[in-house]
């Protein structure tokens, strides 16, 4: 598979921080611990695990991870307690006989079609452990969010490969949540994302028209 090209790095590091910096935020007020005691211990599966290096950070807190994506673009070797699979997600979820307490589905979602996304919902609980969390990042489906990600972020700014998205199969957190509710889970928590093109940074924000994060639990 092609490699990714190197200008693509920097947004990528940027968003893990806004990741974790929201997770952070939503372990501390569902779980009253901090993001590190939560971590310590848990099966994590990381689904669009992309370069790895995301991933890796928690098997360093004391996770037991897994990652797997279709591209072959993996920074990080296996190692103990860290695996990293070449798979399509539904040949991955055909195999897998483990179960998980985090699942990760990061700049994911609107890379499936509607179909793809029923699969997977309808495997999750199947592979999460009691008490499982889903943390998601994906993008809003409307005219803002397709002018913002495709115009501004893949044709004025670069910050990603033209042609990376298709706006027809982003997510609107209303449809998120219905996607969870028929699999019974349940959707927790939603929170905008912005970026600043002039400091080059992510931010949390009250806004969620364009990118945002999600958290599900069964």
């Known amino acids: 598979m092609k490699k990714i090209d190197q200008r693509y790095y920097e947004p990528l590091e940027q968003m893990m921080a806004i990741r ?55 920074f990080i070797q296996n190692k103990e307690k860290f695996k990293l699979s070449n798979l399509d997600f539904n040949h991955f979820l055909k195999k897998n006989r483990l179960k998980f307490d985090v699942i990760f589905l990061f700049e994911f979602l609107e890379h499936l079609t509607q179909k793809q996304r029923k699969i997977l919902f309808n495997n999750l609980r199947k592979i999460m452990n009691s008490n499982g ?41 209303s449809e998120l949540e219905n996607l969870a509710k028929k699999n019974n889970l349940s959707l927790k928590n939603t929170q905008g994302i912005s970026y600043n093109p002039l400091l080059k940074s992510f931010r949390l924000s009250n806004i969620d028209l364009i990118n945002y994060f999600a958290t599900i639990s069964n």
């Open 133 to 173: 969390v889903i943390f998601i990042s994906t993008l809003n489906r409307n005219p803002i969010s397709k002018f913002f990600s495709i115009n501004i972020a893949e044709n004025f700014l670069k910050l990603l490969p033209k042609d990376t998205h298709d706006p027809e199969l982003f997510l609107k957190p």
């Open 20 to 74: 974790h910096n929201y997770m952070a935020k939503v372990i501390q007020n569902e779980f009253g611990i901090s993001i590190y005691d939560f971590f310590l211990g848990k099966k994590v599966l990381d689904l669009g695990c992309g370069t790895g290096k995301f991933l890796h950070g928690y098997h360093e807190l004391g996770s037991d991870c897994v990652g797997v994506d279709i591209t072959n673009n993996f």
